[in-house]
């Protein structure tokens, strides 16, 4: 079964990119990655998912490495708003496992 | 659409009472699970199903029940209330989890805050 490894937090400074580390070395070549991000305690929300290529969509980018043992999350341009917890997440079987995710704080 | 509902939103229970959080979609989604998150942790998978009639457990099941009589609803029930069972507890729903991708996207509802004294 697949697990993820994030790091606990990152700073990033108002309107630069911000990039976030997951690595899913156990990772099956059929299971896809996704990236939740849960903004104070609200609900997670769903941000963008990737089997072998890189994703772009409104939000965000996903950039997967060819060996797919791990990925990088992309905000472009980060705002105060973005500042949340960002989970990187492998399906087993049935049941998306969440870790503790990393905390990305966006500073002014 | 509605998404994901979860009642109440706020909840103070005693040890031992028992009650029911309920959990709701309008996407006609198969699966769908029960999460808790306690504080500075990740969620954590208590139950799921994937579709009408069929649940299995998660990572944390004991001292929760669920069932699933329709495809819209899952409720629930915590059977004798205890402290460590405080927490914020999350209904989620997608169409799948078969790993087809999109299909596999969970939609999250606000959550229910737990309090047991």
């Known amino acids: 079964d697949a697990k993820t490894t994030q790091p606990p937090s990152m700073d990033c400074a108002e309107g630069r990119a911000a990039n976030l580390p997951c690595n899913h070395s156990?990772?099956?070549?059929?299971?896809?990655v996704y990236w939740y991000r849960q903004i104070h305690s609200q609900g997670p929300q769903y941000i963008i998912h990737g089997l072998k290529n890189n994703e772009t969509n409104e939000m965000a980018s996903l950039i997967i490495t060819e060996d797919r043992k791990s990925s990088t999350l992309i905000l472009p341009h980060a705002t105060l708003r973005d500042t949340a917890v960002y989970y990187c997440i492998v399906r087993v079987r049935e049941k998306l496992v969440f870790g503790k995710g990393t905390k990305l704080t966006v500073n002014p | 659409n509605a998404g994901v509902t979860q009642t109440p939103k706020f909840q103070v229970l005693k040890t031992g009472q028992s009650m029911t959080l309920q959990c709701a979609q309008d996407m006609n989604h198969e699966y769908m699970s029960w999460y808790r998150q306690d504080p500075g942790m990740g969620l954590r998978l208590i139950h799921y199903s994937v579709g009408a009639g069929i649940t299995d457990q998660g990572e944390v099941p004991n001292g929760y029940n669920v069932s699933r009589s329709t495809t819209e609803d899952f409720p629930l029930r915590l059977l004798s209330a205890a402290p460590s069972q405080t927490s914020v507890y999350f209904c989620?729903?997608?169409?799948?989890?078969?790993?087809?991708?999109?299909?596999?996207?969970?939609?999250f509802g606000p959550g229910t805050r737990l309090t047991v004294l």
């Open positions: 156990t990772i099956s070549g059929n299971e896809y």
């Open positions: 989620a729903s997608s169409y799948s989890l078969g790993g087809r991708g999109s299909a596999d996207t969970q939609y």
